[in-house]
């Protein structure tokens, strides 16, 4: 597997924004389809965005209008606007990545933190 690194996360206020990046820890490694994954405490991990290796981009109800997930060659982004207190959660990111032609299945990062105060 290849680890993958997502930064970006911070505090903000409600209807604040934030961009969060998800890349591999190895720059030879290219982004084909990208997920980004929220988990809330307590809560299970749920998909939030994902975004196919042609760049269809699907969103769950609850983020849809106030996120953009998008990706270029070797990163991944989470565009988070319009935030909400209930968007509060660790946010973490899953890829098919590629080199040289050979593809590769990425493994969890430490997830960034996100947090809406109201």
């Known amino acids: 597997q290849v680890q993958l690194v997502e930064s970006g996360g911070g505090l903000v206020q409600a209807g604040g924004s934030l961009r969060l990046s998800c890349a591999a820890s190895?720059?030879?490694?290219?982004?084909?389809?990208m997920s980004w994954y929220r988990q809330a405490p307590g809560k299970e991990r749920e998909r939030v965005a994902g975004i196919t290796s042609g760049g269809s981009a699907s969103y769950a109800d609850s983020v849809k209008g106030r996120f953009t997930i998008s990706k270029d060659t070797n990163t991944g982004y989470l565009q988070m606007n319009s935030l909400k207190p209930e968007d509060t959660a660790v946010y973490y990111c899953?890829?098919?990545?590629?080199?040289?032609?050979?593809?590769?299945?990425?493994?969890w990062g430490q997830g960034t933190q996100v947090t809406v105060s109201s």
């Open positions: 899953n890829a098919n990545l590629k080199s040289r032609g050979v593809s590769y299945i990425g493994s």
């Open positions: 190895e720059s030879i490694f290219s982004i084909n389809a």
